[in-house]
Structure formats: structure tokens, C-alpha cells
Nanobody, 115 residues
């Protein structure tokens, strides 16, 4: 079956950096558009970043533009989210999403930005 497994979440100080990973199995990874979303406590799930199937096109939420970078390694069936200059408002559970004709979600990884 299809599995998306996020990792890399942690507690980090403001201004710090983290790299999240989402490793997939059970799907033809190179055919899927991959995205990261996040959900802060008490809020709805919001879009963070998206990358096309071949990695040639990316898009970002305004709130993370210039600080976060999405990338993918189709040979490793993995998508990454490099996060820099983290702010307390980036605190959330971060979810990986894969879309082709069906949408799949991972279980999420917690990122906490606090001093």
C-alpha cells in the first residue's frame, strides 16, 4: 500500500534551520506532484510548498517564500523541505502530500520553534 513517512521535525530556536524529509513507497514517485502542508494548534491545514513531478517547478506560500526550499530526489522516492530562519509562527505539524489522480497524506512531523 501507499505510505508517506515524514521525519526531521524537532524543537529549534528562532532563527534556526531544519530539513524535513518525506519518504514514500507503494507509488510511482516520479509521477506525483509533491507538497508540504502544515497545521498549527487550533488552526486549519495550510499549504506551504509544492514541487512538480520532475522538480522543475516549485511554488511557495507567501509566509515562507525566501526561507523554505522544497526539493525532491526521484531516485530515492523522497521529497525534502529545507527550512531556514525559522520563526515561532512556523510551529506546526508538517504533512507531506502526494497527488496524481488520488491524494495521499503522511502522518506528520512536529516542528516547534521556541526559545
Amino acid at each position: 500500500q501507499v505510505q508517506l513517512v515524514e521525519s526531521g521535525g524537532a524543537l529549534v530556536q528562532p532563527g534556526g534551520s531544519l530539513r524535513l524529509s518525506c519518504t514514500t513507497s507503494g507509488l510511482v514517485f516520479s509521477s506525483y506532484v509533491m507538497s508540504w502542508y502544515r497545521q498549527a494548534p487550533g488552526k486549519g491545514r495550510e499549504f506551504v510548498a509544492r514541487i512538480s513531478s520532475d522538480g522543475g517547478f516549485t511554488t511557495y506560500a507567501d509566509s515562507v517564500k525566501g526561507r523554505f526550499t522544497i526539493s525532491r530526489d526521484n531516485a530515492k522516492n523522497t521529497v525534502y523541505l529545507q527550512m531556514t530562519n525559522l520563526k515561532p509562527e512556523d510551529t506546526a505539524v508538517y504533512y507531506c502530500n502526494a497527488v496524481l489522480y488520488t491524494s495521499y497524506w503522511g502522518q506528520g512531523t512536529q516542528v516547534t520553534v521556541s526559545s
